[in-house]
């Protein structure tokens, strides 16, 4: 992850995950799930504390701190993980009506990045903002429940299921 401000403290941060092109790949649940696995993998071996998410089409945005002081590692790994997760279920599920464009888009990106030979996923960077107050931090979780709002996608943040908002979340988060 070459990030102009690594997440280096041991404080939280505000997080932006971002897919290549706006790339709408979370409307299937298949990859919803991939991230929530993973973020639960991470919660339980990485020392990921998550606080506050949401997964929106083609973004995620969290609310995440590692005790260690080294996000920027857990979410360097988090990302490649998964990318190559994301792009194997693409390749192979036979209920993806999208498989060509999506990895013609992929690959499209790929040609602009050094490090990424054949696909592209996320953009590079995921924009951390470090919370060192509480008002930001109240602020940041407002934005992250109420973003599928904004969108229109719903008319409550409590009815976005991959949300930490939701009561049915798939993925229960730390209080801070």
Known sequence: MSELRKANSNAAYFVTLT???WLDIFTRRRYCDILIDSLRYC???????VFSYVIMPSHAHLIVRNANGELYKTLRDFKRFTAQSIIKSIQTDPGESRRAWLIHMLQFHAKYQKQNE???FWQKTSYPIELSYDSVYIQKCDYIHNNPVEAGYVTQADYWHYSSASPDSPFEVLQP
């Open 19 to 21: 897919v290549v092109g």
């Open 43 to 49: 919660s339980i071996n990485k020392s990921l504390e």
């Open 118 to 120: 054949r696909f592209s």
